[in-house]
């Protein structure tokens, strides 16, 4: 099912991550967090060579056969890797889980290479401790959006125990078609709308661009490509459901354009989350003074096991979120 591409572009405030928060950008990213869900990064401190390797490495790991790709997914327990027609028929992705990056990227590379090699997982450790980093400082500054002090209230208690994973994602181009209009170009779903379940999530995208995020009016907007020096960031269901859903968990999507030189899209996607069997529960200072709580208590992994299992969707192409499994019909 193709469909027509949109011209629209949300504007969204850049955080200089290597500097103190001045009040002004506190109070842009506290609104742009509450209406998108979604902000920029900058300085973040990854260089565009650890950029072009980590690009350059993944695409070796695609390039293997699919039989030899299926080896490293099924097999798991956690699956590595999701092979075409799941997300959609042009999605493919490896994920890489922390805390030990380098022994995760590994069981992925022994299965595919005969040789000894690591390169992929020596890279994939500095990635996964850089992001770590960053997103420990994201959540500070993300909490600070709710309240003064809310980063020195709640980071050591509730988010101390969060880990990380990676999905290195390899988007192939649509083959373009023809009858095509010059002005709007058509465009099919990469990856089809959805939430995420994370705390916080960091996507670096190439230059390809596609990435779309859905407005309160239900309208697809488009998320700038980022080059190397821009990061975007956006909030999970769980910060979501944490903060009584005063921040945005936004749906959103990958759209690819059928005619982009035949060129793949790349991007990595970094999910922070709470550790699994921490219990979701609206604190009463995050509470607002005369509000209820809109979401039931749960436990994350109940939430994680919820969306895998949930037929529509098949963990990627999520039809259910955090509403559907802990919406409260009684506000309490
Ligand atoms: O590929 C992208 O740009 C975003 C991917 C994404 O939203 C996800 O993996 O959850
Ligand atoms: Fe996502």
Redesign the pocket.
């Given at each position: 099912m193709s469909e027509t591409q949109t011209n629209h572009y949300v504007q969204l405030p850049v955080l200089d991550i290597s500097q103190p928060l001045s009040p002004s950008t506190l109070s842009s990213l506290s609104m742009a967090c509450k209406e998108w869900g979604f902000f920029y990064i900058t300085n973040h401190g990854v260089s565009r060579d650890l950029y072009r390797k980590l690009h350059s490495l993944s695409n070796h790991l695609f390039n293997f056969p699919c039989e030899s790709k299926l080896k490293v997914g099924p097999s798991s327990s956690v699956k590595t890797y999701t092979p075409h027609f799941i997300a959609s028929p042009f999605f493919e992705s490896f994920r890489v889980s922390g805390p030990d990056f380098f022994a995760s990227a590994q069981s992925t590379v022994d299965v595919l290479f005969d040789q000894p090699n690591s390169d992929f997982s020596e890279t994939l450790k500095e990635y996964g401790r850089k992001m770590t980093q960053l997103s420990k400082t994201i959540v500070e500054v993300v909490l600070m959006c709710l309240g003064d002090d809310f980063e020195k209230k709640f980071y050591e208690s509730e988010f101390s125990k969060c880990h990380g994973y990676l999905?290195i994602?390899n988007y192939s181009p649509p083959e373009s078609i023809e009858d095509q209009d010059d002005d709007d170009q058509e465009i099919v779903e990469g990856?089809g709308m959805?939430t995420?379940m994370s705390c916080v999530?960091i996507?670096y995208?190439d230059e390809i661009g596609g990435?779309q995020v859905r407005s309160n009016e239900g309208k697809w907007m488009n998320i700038n490509p980022c080059h190397e020096d821009t990061l975007v960031v956006n909030i999970g269901d769980m910060m979501h459901a944490w903060s009584n859903g005063q921040l945005r968990s936004s749906e959103?999507r990958?759209v690819l354009k059928l005619n982009n030189n035949n060129v793949n899209r790349f991007?990595l996607?970094f999910f922070w989350c709470f550790e699994d069997d921490k219990n979701i529960f609206a604190p009463n200072e995050v509470v607002e003074d005369g509000n209820l709580r809109i979401y039931r208590p749960f436990v994350c992994e109940d939430y994680v096991k919820f969306r895998e299992s949930s037929e529509k969707g098949k963990f990627?192409k999520v039809g259910f979120t955090v509403k559907d499994f802990a919406g409260a019909s009684v506000q309490i």
């Open positions: 999905r994602i990856l959805h995420d999530t996507v995208q990435l959103h990958v991007s996607a990627e």
